[in-house]
């Protein structure tokens, strides 16, 4: 990391940290509003998709501002949102009022936060280095969310989940003076129009990130009825998982070291390549330890891959406009696949779950080859 760029990186950490903190702990939101408010299942799958999906449009529309606003003035509108928002929330109990609530504070707030933070970083020198250090700060927030929040929802009830995002908004706010103003120097529209290179190659980079999020999120999001149907215990499905977060770390903290010391096509072929071979070798019966191992090893190489994907969006896009459309092609992609297998797949059959995931990576894959292909094209010509 750029010593001069300390400071803008911890600010625009923090600001994602504070805006995709509800994203990490929505089990436990989800678990929280059944348990302490009375809503059903049904209603409180609701509520967190009406939050992720104001996130996702809020990704969408900050291509219309990011290039208009001052970043900070932007950061502290959202922060105040997500605090008001969650401020808000613990006292609202109306199903109806509740779903309207955070899909606000996602839209205005979580997903405006996240956006930003995830632009600023692409806006700094290093950013696959940066986007490491990003995710590990996420992967840690993660783990603490899975180790704290179940006990003050017990204590305090849905307030111990609003309370510590409220927290997070006040620490990151402190930060935003350090935060970048804008993006990098734009080029002007005209050699904009004159490189269309440089427009196609961002959009095929977050194609790449849709696919590969279609796989990898809805795979993850099914290990719990996985590790259900071959009768592990759930507390032991809990403790493998969080023991796959919390070491999972190592991924972006590597990706970090390696970033400016290797070409990022031959480390994030292989990683891909793993997580195709892990979700094939989910079949049949397998150990607890087997099955912490293949999580473990699966995060690390979810975890490993996402920065450099995100390094190669940012540095094809000066603007930030591109770069502010990540978290969308995130969520989206997840959204996505979950849509597709439900979809395709009839009653619980895991193995066509698996065969989808493992399909979309695969397509990943030589997506991603394609555009590593074009990108090297395109700096031979610039050269």
């Not at 969650?86 to 109990?93: I, K």
């Not at 150990?287 to 690390?300: E, P, S």
């Amino acid at each position: 990391m750029n010593n001069k760029e300390t400071p803008q990186v911890t600010a625009a950490i923090l600001l994602s940290c504070a805006g995709i903190f509800m994203v990490f702990g929505m089990p436990f939101f989800v678990g929280g509003l059944i348990s302490e408010l009375g809503f059903t299942q049904a209603q409180a799958n609701l509520i967190s998709s009406a939050e992720i999906a104001g996130m996702a449009l809020s990704s969408l529309l900050g291509a219309a501002w990011i290039g208009r606003f001052n970043w900070r003035h932007v950061a502290l509108f959202a922060l105040f949102a997500v605090l008001a928002g969650n401020l808000l929330s613990f006292y609202v109990e109306n199903f109806q009022v509740l779903v309207a609530t955070r899909f606000i504070t996602g839209l205005v707030g979580h997903g405006t936060a996240f956006a930003l933070g995830v632009a600023a970083i692409g806006n700094t020198s290093q950013p696959d280095r940066n986007f490491g250090f990003t995710i590990a700060s996420q992967v840690a927030m993660g783990a603490l969310t899975a180790l704290i929040v179940p006990k003050t929802i017990a204590i305090y009830g849905i307030a111990g989940m609003y309370a510590p995002a409220a927290i997070l908004a006040v620490v990151a706010m402190a930060f935003i003076p350090r935060l970048a103003t804008s993006g990098r120097a734009q080029t002007s529209d005209s050699n904009q129009s004159k490189r269309t290179g440089i427009l196609i190659l961002p959009l095929l980079g977050l194609l790449v990130m849709i696919i590969w999020q279609m796989g990898v999120g809805p795979f993850f999001n099914n290990l719990v009825p996985y590790g259900i149907s071959i009768e592990l215990d759930p507390s032991d499905i809990g403790t493998a998982l969080f023991l796959s977060t919390g070491l999972s770390i190592i991924g972006p903290l590597t990706a970090s070291a390696l970033a400016n010391k290797i070409n990022r096509n031959v480390p994030v072929c292989i990683a891909l390549t793993v997580q195709l071979l892990i979700i094939l070798s989910f079949q049949g019966d397998i150990t607890w330890i087997g099955f912490t191992v293949r999580a473990i090893l699966f995060q690390t190489a979810w975890n490993f891959t996402g920065p450099f994907l995100m390094g190669m969006i940012a540095n094809l896009d000066e603007s930030g406009r591109y770069s502010v459309l990540i978290p969308a092609s995130q969520l989206g992609g997840i959204a996505l696949g979950h849509a597709v297998i439900a979809s395709l797949v009839q009653g619980s059959n895991l193995v066509l779950v698996n065969y989808f995931c493992a399909g979309a990576i695969f397509l990943s894959i030589f997506l991603f080859v394609l555009v590593s292909r074009k990108i090297n094209k395109e700096k031979t010509q610039a050269s």
